[in-house]
């Protein structure tokens, strides 16, 4: 069976009151985006559905791409056809036959919007239901719980008829949770938290710190490969390259080995929230759970935290890492997450970071560095990439091993 | 020269070779070292298993790359034997073998192991029926080849998948080294089947190369232990020249298969139409869509197969006795001894194996030689 359109159910949109409009406007551009190699895919916006039409477009990919947008309840591959009865019977008992085996029930479920048709909902379950039981040799009606449903709507504009129903990634469409900057190390927790951010309707970029040489081109290219497969769920993500070493170096050099850690991040953290100011963004995401290693007691939260007053949220708090490591599997980002590069969080780590370290010492031992030039410096060197979805960063060579094999 | 040995193996192609001469003198780096030298063989490695499953329609992580089909199949059989153990000790699979399974099934034996070997009929093919009363509560592998080496004998893949869609625990492995680019994919590759062997050196890779197929989910032990490559499934630094240049011969068998088969079938019917019309001659493999397009099998009553071999090598023209792995032991054909052929003409028996570089011209040669010797032939019996 060959769908002509999909129709789009929205999520928990229909609680937004007046913001409706934004949401609906906010969804039709993300699916456009996601649907933007395929040219000839028209996507249409409406108050209550939104509507793919896809012009003879296989619908494979288009369910696919539709699947991974955050704002979709569900959506329906449908049929348009010509608004007569004999339609009608024909793609219905087409669509049944095609899914019936022996012992199945099925349902009709009519609306209908022009109510110049000549028959009403009633009727057209009724006739649909005799056509098919007539048709199909000992099949049954089951309208609590059908094994196959054939659903048809008489639009103005022509019949749709569609039997398939597809659950969509739920959430709120990205853009309109406001935008906030994600700090992504390349580990497994990371991703998942900009995943849970996203689907929070947040526009994220992403903050990655690197320590060349000590960290390689590898690791950098692997958090761009974490970011291209998360654009799925977007469209695009910025992608922002921070260096690192000289201020790790600077650490490791001035400070008490017990604050490495605890002074590593108080940087991050400023360089994060200063990085995320001066782009109009406002808030910060990162992928910390709770008593997960020594950078996530609540007392090492409380001296990182310190040197922000910008909202720094963490999705994963109160997870578990089996959960988490569950997420990651089903968005695509464990097996790029456990490759066994080296990030800038565990270069220098010292042998026992404090886990418990005590603010005012933490405020100390930093005055031991120049904190602003550090700063300064970092931030001059900072790259921003525009990351799109399905890109490949880690096999650089694709094109060259094509040849030889 | 004619080479009809394609089933002992075939000639490594020179596109083939270039893949492995160039990998081996610019990528030669340890897949599993850290650097960036090590890291682009991990990409090529990781980038010709894509290309393998991709070309079988399967995923990535379910390909795992061993020395050939040998390997392939001791790896399944024991690693089947250890992982499941605890379920049960009964182990099925057919009196038409290659040796690699034939001889691990005996070894498990040894090892307090059950196996039934499922009988043939006169074309060398096992009955789903025998397969289905077979089945105990504490089989744990069904193990079938999907072509007969000597006399290309198909056999009932879909037929036995079916059955063992009832017995979703059971590990269901199929041999497919004498089945890939024969036309018979979509059996090979069924929803049911949970691992499969191939072999490189069948279809113009190098030598000890080859891979498995196992379906996500299905655990077997590892029979190679180390530093854990593979997953940990199956260790020992990585084969990269030999494995990339394995993945482009598999994409070069695939693209001209079609034709390749057609060729291949040509030759079989042209030569075993023509030698039919002698009276000393048995022919083992038929014509029908039953048997693999590539083997023909046939016997000279009355004359030594070691003979046939002999006289036709010296006109230039390379075939086989039934198998390669058995020929050097002047065993009997297993597979004809299996369909109860007498021991007399079983060894008379010689194999014709054929592949996409044979032309039909070489047909036309093979039956004059053919006629030639069989006068010969004729004086001696």
């Given amino acids: 069976m060959k769908y002509t359109e999909i129709m789009v159910r929205y999520g928990e949109l229909s609680t937004k009151g007046k913001n409706r409009k934004d949401f609906i406007k906010q969804l039709g551009k993300n699916v456009r985006a996601v649907l933007t190699n395929y040219g000839e895919v028209e996507v249409k916006a409406q108050r209550d559905r939104l509507h793919v039409d896809l012009n003879g477009q296989d619908d494979k990919p288009v369910i696919e791409s539709l699947k991974q947008v955050f704002g979709i309840e569900n959506f329906y591959p449908s049929i348009k056809i010509a608004k007569t009865m004999d339609a009608i019977k024909d793609t219905a008992l087409q669509m049944v ?64 008829l569609s039997s398939e129903k597809i659950k969509g990634a739920g959430g709120l469409p990205v853009g309109t949770g406001g935008r906030a900057s994600m700090m992504l190390s390349g580990g497994i927790d990371s991703p998942v938290a900009a995943y849970m951010a996203m689907k ?39 992608f922002i390259a921070v260096p690192f070493t000289e201020i790790q170096e600077t650490i490791k050099e001035k400070v008490p080995e017990g604050y490495l850690m605890t002074i590593q991040r108080r940087m991050m953290m400023r360089l994060a929230a200063e990085i995320t100011k001066n782009r109009h963004c406002t808030g910060i995401f990162n992928g910390e759970a709770l008593g997960q290693v020594a950078s996530q007691t609540l007392e090492s ?65 930093e005055q031991y560095i120049d904190v602003d030039g550090l700063m300064q410096r970092s931030m001059a060197g900072m790259q921003i990439f525009d990351i799109k979805p399905d890109e490949d960063y880690m096999n650089v060579n694709a094109d060259v091993f094509a040849e030889l094999l | 020269m004619i080479y009809f040995d394609n089933s002992a193996t075939t000639q490594a192609l020179p596109e083939v070779v270039d893949t492995y001469d160039q990998v081996s003198k610019k990528v030669w780096g340890n897949p599993s070292s850290l650097h960036n030298f090590g890291d682009q063989a991990f990409q090529l490695l990781e980038q010709s298993r894509k290309q393998i499953a991709d070309l079988l329609k399967v995923h990535a992580d379910e390909i795992y790359f061993t020395s050939g089909g040998t390997e392939g199949d001791n790896w399944v059989l024991k690693g089947t034997a250890i992982e499941k153990r605890e379920y049960g000790k009964h182990l099925i699979t057919t009196s038409v073998e290659h040796p690699a399974i034939h001889n691990s099934m005996e070894q498990l034996k040894q090892l307090g192991y059950e196996v039934t070997y499922l009988p043939v009929d006169d074309e060398g093919r096992i009955n789903v029926n025998d397969l289905k009363a077979a089945i105990r509560p504490d089989t744990i592998l069904v193990s079938i080849m999907a072509v007969n080496n000597e006399i290309g004998t198909i056999q009932p893949l879909m037929a ?24 018979i994919q979509d059996m090979v590759m069924n929803d049911r089947v949970d691992f499969v062997t191939f072999s490189g050196h069948k279809f113009h890779a190098p030598r000890g190369t080859g891979f498995i197929y196992a379906r996500r989910g299905r655990r077997i032990s590892p029979l190679m232990n180390g530093g854990g490559q593979e997953k940990n499934q199956r260790s020992g630094t990585e084969n990269v020249p030999a494995i990339a240049s394995m993945a482009k011969a598999l994409r070069l068998l695939l693209d001209k298969e079609k034709t390749a088969n057609q060729t291949e079938l040509a030759i079989k019917q042209r030569v075993s139409a023509h030698i039919a019309n002698f009276d ?87 039956i004059k030689v053919f006629d030639e010797l069989y006068t010969e032939f004729d004086k001696l019996s």
Avoid at chain 2, 165 to 183: C, E, N, R
């Fill in chain 1, 97 to 160: 036959k095609e899914q019936y085996s022996a012992g199945k029930t099925f349902k009709i479920n009519t609306r209908r919007q022009d109510k110049s048709f000549e028959y009403h909902t009633d009727q057209i379950n009724n006739m649909l239901g005799d056509y098919i039981l007539e048709n199909v040799d000992g099949i049954k009606v089951d309208v609590k719980n059908p094994d196959i449903e054939i659903r048809v709507e008489v639009r103005m504009n022509g019949a749709y």
């Fill in chain 1, 200 to 238: 929070r309707g947040v526009k994220i970029d992403m903050i990655h710190f690197y320590s060349p040489p000590y960290t390689s081109e590898q690791a950098l290219a692997k958090a761009k490969q974490l970011t291209s497969v998360l654009a799925k769920y977007s469209g695009g993500i910025q």
């Fill in chain 1, 301 to 365: 939260m409380m001296a990182i935290n310190d040197v922000t007053s910008m909202p720094v949220l963490r999705p994963l708090i109160s997870m578990d890492k089996t959960d988490i490591i569950e997420i990651s599997k089903d968005i695509n980002t464990f097996d790029l997450s456990v490759l066994p590069f080296e990030d800038c969080c565990t270069i220098f780590t010292p042998p026992a970071p404090k886990t418990r370290p005590d603010l005012e010492k933490s405020r100390k031992f």
């Fill in chain 2, 160 to 183: 036995a998948a079916d059955v063992l869609k009832d017995y979703p625990k059971i590990h269901f492995h199929i041999d497919a080294v004498q089945g890939i680019g024969k036309g």
């Fill in chain 2, 280 to 366: 000393k001659v048995i022919i083992f493999s038929k014509n029908s869509d039953q048997f693999a397009p590539h083997i023909l099998c046939f016997a000279i009553q009355g004359v030594r197969g070691e003979t046939i071999v002999h006289a036709f090598e010296e006109h230039g023209i390379y075939i086989s006795t039934t198998s390669a792995c058995s020929s050097k032991k002047h065993l009997a054909s297993s597979t004809l001894s299996a369909m109860n052929v007498p021991e007399s003409i079983s060894t008379s028996a010689v194999r014709i194996s054929l592949g996409d570089q044979n032309t039909v011209a070489e047909a036309d040669e093979f």
